[in-house]
């Protein structure tokens, strides 16, 4: 499933790709996603302005003057960008595209369909976003607001960190190299960790999610980007889905919410 560097990644490319930012008209191709696709997304978008583009979460947001298109790549969501004058047939998957003034085609394909568009007139308000927690590349998430939380949980500290209601964007992989090099196993209690070990964890949340986005994301299995090439932070990581660690142990692999949970019991504690 792609996480918040791979949809980071994706939202650079769009930003980066596209020159027109007048929506000429939004087709549906296929509504049958995770929520159907409300046919009004065409009328509410026809002939209106990008404001901005940004993430939220793994989500993707298309701002226009009149709301908020809300854009989620479920597990195997792909968006891809092409002229037009060199327009690509439909494919079986595709489900939805977006054409610009200038003729350029953002089209969207999900074999799985667990993807997802909707239309928001506040953003804030919206069923997938109002309950999300912090940013974590923001000054938001910082020692006192996760020790604040941490002190009185049992639950794990994996599993903690990759509660989207409490930090977005922390996925399986992502909190497992995070925790890795900051020396924590993955199934310690949260109200173990010090606010020592608690202030490096947070650093190397973000120092692990910016090595991710400069590297385009991960690709394991599905994640493509907007021109089909994939992610190579796969190529830096330490830990996930590692045999040996770099200290020469074995890589212990167990489940903690359902997640291979990848850590080193020498380097770990």
Not at 229 to 244: A, C, D, M
């Amino acid at each position: 499933m792609p996480e918040l560097p791979e949809v980071e990644t994706v939202v650079r490319l769009i930003n980066k790709s596209i020159k027109s930012k007048t929506i000429s008209k939004l087709t549906i191709i296929n509504k049958k996603l995770r929520w159907p696709i409300d046919p009004s997304l065409s009328v509410y978008t026809k002939n209106k302005n990008i404001l901005e583009i940004y993430r939220r979460g793994k989500h993707i947001v298309f701002k226009l003057k009149n709301g908020y298109i809300l854009i989620h790549l479920g597990m195997t969501g792909i968006i891809r960008f092409f002229k037009k004058t060199s327009v690509k047939k439909i494919h079986k998957h595709d489900h939805y595209e977006i054409e610009l003034k200038n003729k350029s085609i953002l089209r969207y394909n999900d074999v799985r369909k667990f993807g997802s568009i909707h239309w928001a007139e506040n953003i804030d308000g919206h069923f997938l976003i109002k309950n999300l927690g912090v940013e974590p590349l923001s000054k938001k998430l910082n020692v006192s607001y996760l020790y604040k939380i941490i002190k009185n949980r049992s639950v794990s500290i994996k599993n903690l960190i990759m509660n989207q209601n409490i930090i977005v964007g922390v996925g399986n992989i992502y909190a497992c190299e995070s925790l890795h090099i900051s020396g924590i196993k993955p199934q310690r209690k949260s109200s173990s960790i010090s606010t020592e070990e608690l202030k490096k964890l947070i650093s190397n949340i973000k120092l692990v999610l910016r090595k991710a986005i400069d590297s385009g994301g991960t690709t394991l299995k599905d994640f493509k980007k907007l021109d089909g090439t994939p992610g190579y932070f796969e190529q830096e990581l330490l830990i996930y889905s590692k045999k040996y660690c770099r200290c020469g142990e074995s890589v212990k692999n167990i489940k903690l919410g359902g997640r291979s949970s990848f850590y080193c019991d020498h380097c770990q504690k």
